[in-house]
């Protein structure tokens, strides 16, 4: 099994940065394609970023120019850098992972796996 474990979630000033973290764990996992979503408070789940196998990113309008995806696939973690954060980015974010798994000795595609969420807070 593959568990992604989300980190770097909490509380900023209006302004303030934060850095999330996405690390698959488990089973050997070749990253894919990775995105980010987040649901506000009383509202539903909505994207934020992605980026494809070809490293071709898209963002949100309401996020495009502060915030930018990034993976590693070395330490097989997918990021998002969030700047000049606002009250309204204020919500649950959740990372997904889309690659390889290892079956025996052969890697298998097609994979879709979601981190369980990590809180992002904006207040002053």
């Known amino acids: 099994q593959v568990q992604l474990v989300e980190s770097g979630g909490g509380l900023v000033q209006p302004g303030g940065s934060l850095r999330l973290s996405c690390a698959a764990s488990?089973?050997?996992?070749?990253?894919?394609?990775v995105a980010w979503f987040r649901q506000p408070p009383g509202k539903e789940r909505e994207s934020v970023a992605s980026m494809s196998t070809d490293g071709t990113t898209n963002y949100a309008d309401s996020v495009k120019g502060r915030c930018t995806i990034s993976k590693d696939n070395t330490k097989s973690t997918v990021y998002l850098q969030m700047n000049n954060l606002n009250a309204e980015d204020t919500a649950v974010y959740y990372c997904?992972?889309?690659?390889?798994?290892?079956?025996?000795?052969?890697?298998?595609?097609?994979?879709?796996?979601w981190g369980q969420g990590t809180q992002v807070t904006v207040s002053a």
């Open positions: 488990g089973s050997a996992f070749s990253i894919g394609a």
């Open positions: 997904r992972l889309e690659g390889s798994r290892l079956v025996g000795s052969n890697w298998y595609s097609g994979y879709t796996y």
